[in-house]
T-cell receptor, first 114, second 113 residues
Framework: DADVTQTPRNRITKTGKRIMLECSQTKGHDRMYWYRQDPGLGLRLIYYSFDVKDINKGEISDGYSVSRQAQAKFSLSLESAIPNQTALYFC?????????????FGPGTRLTVL | AQSVTQPDIHITVSEGASLELRCNYSYGATPYLFWYVQSPGQGLQLLLKYFSGDTLVQGIKGFEAEFKRSQSSFNLRKPSVHWSDAAEYFCAVGPNLALKLSFGAGTTVTVRA
């Protein structure tokens, strides 16, 4: 589903570098999320935002920061990347708080920190 | 606290055979339960969801799941597997889809000819 896009799709970087992962959506959703996926651990929530002025930490926010530049854009930053941040990162969006509203996921960004 | 356990890390099934993926959850209130599928190189796609009502829910791609409160389970089933069903499957629980979800570790399904 091209409505949620992530850039870059793959990134290799070195320890200590600053990295930004970007997420854009054309679905008009107000809620956006960042997850990381690690083998054997499933998806874990890093940060989530219910609108441009509302940013919330998830279960594993240490070492990460986010910026909601507009309703359609939600960026994830690693200020000083470390090897254990090597993972697959997913952005997701959802509309409002309705119980029937699902989260739509982007294709993922594979990040490798050497 | 909410949590999800998927006991099977990897399942291999023959094409045309039936498939059942197990999911057990822990949640303090009435759970909202979901199954997502992740095909290789793709994001997650919602297969089905349970909020209330009929405990047997139908989803896309011929999948169904049954909610059993007494067993704290939400197992996913498909009567006849196709090669395209080879993927990783995630069970999730949460207050509702737009709030924080807790995902299981996933079950990888391999389909052999």
């Amino acid at each position: 589903d091209a409505d949620v896009t992530q850039t870059p799709r793959n990134r290799i970087t070195k320890t200590g570098k600053r990295i930004m992962l970007e997420c854009s959506q054309t679905k008009g959703h107000d809620r956006m999320y960042w997850y990381r996926q690690d083998p054997g651990l499933g998806l874990r929530l890093i940060y989530y935002s219910f609108d441009v002025k509302d940013i919330n930490k998830g279960e594993i926010s240490d070492g990460y920061s986010v910026s909601r530049q507009a309703q359609a854009k939600f960026s994830l930053s690693l200020e000083s990347a470390i090897p254990n941040q090597t993972a697959l990162y997913f952005c997701a969006t959802a509309l409002g708080a309705g119980v029937t509203n699902e989260q739509f996921f982007g294709p993922g960004t594979r990040l490798t920190v050497l | 606290a909410q949590s999800v356990t998927q006991p099977d890390i990897h399942i291999t099934v023959s094409e045309g055979a039936s498939l059942e993926l197990r999911c057990n959850y822990s949640y303090g209130a009435t759970p909202y339960l979901f199954w997502y599928v992740q095909s290789p190189g793709q994001g997650l796609q919602l297969l089905l969801k349970y909020f209330s009502g009929d405990t047997l829910v139908q989803g896309i791609k011929g999948f169904e799941a049954e909610f059993k409160r007494s067993q704290s389970s939400f197992n996913l089933r498909k009567p006849s597997v196709h090669w395209s069903d080879a993927a990783e499957y995630f069970c999730a629980v949460g207050p509702n889809l737009a709030l924080k979800l807790s995902f299981g570790a996933g079950t990888t399904v391999t389909v052999r000819a």
